[in-house]
Nanobody, 121 residues
């Protein structure tokens, strides 16, 4: 069983930058992804990173403002976001899989509890 713990959320101002972290347990390294769910909306894909950290996929609407990276020594994956606005207000979830990097939440077996990001204008 892999456990994921997100951190780094909070209340920020429009135009700010933010870095979220997701630390995982387990002996190996996993393809991982970030999803987000805004109030009253479905959970949507933000970005993903493969096992090695070399390959990434980003949501088309966010790719200019986000970067996903991983530090294997810390078993941590990061989501960096710049120029935040109110549309970024959501709960951000980290997910991991034993298979392959994917844009689809159904492909991920392990999920964190989420971290709230609120952008104030």
């Amino acid at each position: 069983q892999v456990q994921l713990v997100e951190s780094g959320g909070g209340l920020v101002q429009a135009g700010d930058s933010l870095r979220l972290s997701c630390t995982h347990s387990g002996r190996g390294f996993y393809p991982m992804a970030w999803f987000r769910q805004a109030p009253g909306k479905d959970r949507v894909f933000v970005g993903a990173i493969n096992r090695s950290g070399v390959n990434r996929e980003y949501s088309g609407s966010l790719r200019d403002r986000i970067t996903i990276s991983r530090d294997k020594s810390k078993k941590t994956v990061y989501l960096e976001m710049i120029n935040l606005d109110s549309s970024d207000t959501a709960v951000y979830y980290c997910a991991a899989t034993n298979e392959f990097m994917s844009r689809w939440d159904k492909d991920y077996e392990y999920w964190g509890r989420g971290t709230q990001v609120t952008v104030s204008s």
